[in-house]
């Protein structure tokens, strides 16, 4: 039977910059990559709307990880913002410039092959079997849902959270790594959207400017500026995705936001009072907000100026729910941090196994943070393979 010196269980983008740098380190490397999916780097080609956002320069690392980009081909630039995209915005090409390479490295991946087990078995298979870390005789079985068998000397755990189930991240590495004998901690949907008492169905598709604070028991918790975007159901946009990650008392009714239409304005009450002199009550919000905003806004004052005022700079939003797990970016919760060395990404617990990517209990803000993380533990774990 074939032993891999390495096998990395999901081509995503911390399982393909795993396989591209322990190639880079040592070519001879025996590797190969087991992708559930029909091809691999779907979450990738998803990231940003299909521009991905590849990483951001308020990461402490990004250097290390547009050195890495860099080395594979991948040519990016800034927005202006800190934010970091491919130059061309295009999230496919970025998938096709990894396969590219890894190909070029001749290191194979097999899609269609879900892992349903892996486990440590005596290695009766290669009479000069390495004698590694402890594991003397020890290696890896991995099994796939069609029964083939694979085995190698270490493995890289790389298969994404639960976020984006369409993609291929349904949870399968939390499995894996409890069966394992690692925590996992408490799994949560991260960076999504809001479900609100509110009836927000007659404003869905508006979209505008604020400043959004998160209340925890009338308590402020955290607030974000940026575009909010009202939905059937609630509210969504960059700034409410970053709020949900402090979304983790329960119940979730406990918490409330409030939106000020008009960051930076204080003086809206001397605003507002010269519009409606030049203007006229019924024409007060023009060009203040969009329509539907400004008529619901109008509807439940009554036109009554001091309680437009409070509406523009604190509109309520009580709490129902969080968008699950088809519309969450990321995933909060995971395998423990205090359980995997920081430096090789490998597992405390067991010698050999390395966690990585999204499978850790690691996730950061909108703005390239997470795909920074799943780059930096790849490199990371790639560079500790080759030891």
Not at 73 to 95: C, F, L, Q
Not at 131 to 140: D, E, L, S, T, V
Not at 170 to 181: E, H, M, P, W
């Amino acid at each position: 039977m074939k032993i891999y010196d390495g096998i990395i269980i999901g081509a995503g983008a911390a399982g393909m910059s795993a396989a591209i740098t322990a190639k880079q380190e040592n070519p001879n490397l025996d590797l190969v990559i087991l992708e559930k999916m029909d091809r691999p780097g779907l979450k990738v080609a998803a990231a940003g709307n299909g521009r991905c956002n590849i990483t951001n320069k308020n990461c402490p690392d990004y250097i290390s990880t547009l050195k890495f980009l860099q080395s594979v081909g991948i040519m990016t630039r800034d927005d202006g913002n800190g934010w970091i995209y491919p130059y061309n915005e295009e999230a496919k090409s970025v998938v096709a410039a990894l396969t590219e390479r890894i190909k070029s490295q001749n290191t194979q991946i097999f899609c269609g092959k879900r892992v349903k087990s892996v486990e440590i078995i005596e290695n009766n298979m290669d009479s000069g079997a390495r004698h590694q870390k402890g594991q003397r005789n020890k290696i890896f079985q991995i099994e796939v849902d069609d029964g083939t068998k694979y085995f190698a000397h270490k493995v890289v755990l790389s298969t994404g959270g639960k976020s984006g189930p369409k993609l291929g991240t349904t949870g399968d590495g939390f499995v894996i790594a409890r069966n394992l004998g690692h925590t996992v901690n408490t799994l949560v949907p991260s960076l999504t959207t809001v479900e609100t008492y509110e009836d927000t169905a007659y404003i869905a598709g508006v979209r505008a400017k604020a400043s959004v604070t998160l209340f925890f028991k009338g308590i402020p918790v955290a607030a974000e500026e940026g575009e909010i975007q009202f939905t059937e159901d609630g509210v969504s946009g960059i700034c409410i995705y970053n709020l949900t990650r402090y979304m983790t008392g329960l119940p979730l009714e406990s918490y409330s936001l409030e939106v000020d239409f008009f960051p930076g304005i204080w003086n809206i009450e001397e605003v507002i009072a010269d519009r409606e002199a030049l203007m006229g009550r019924n024409a007060l919000l023009l060009t203040m907000l969009k329509k539907p905003l400004r008529k619901l806004i109008m509807d439940q004052t009554g036109g009554n100026v001091k309680e437009i005022i409070r509406l523009v700079k604190s509109f309520p939003l009580r709490v129902k729910n969080l968008g699950g797990w088809r519309k969450a970016q990321v995933t909060r919760g995971g395998v423990d941090l205090h359980e995997v060395s920081h430096d090789t990404m490998e597992s405390a617990l067991i010698n050999n196994l390395f966690i990585i990517g999204e499978v850790l209990d690691y996730d950061g803000p909108c703005g390239g943070f997470n795909l920074n993380h799943a780059w930096q533990t790849g490199i990371k774990a790639g560079r500790a393979m080759t030891e």
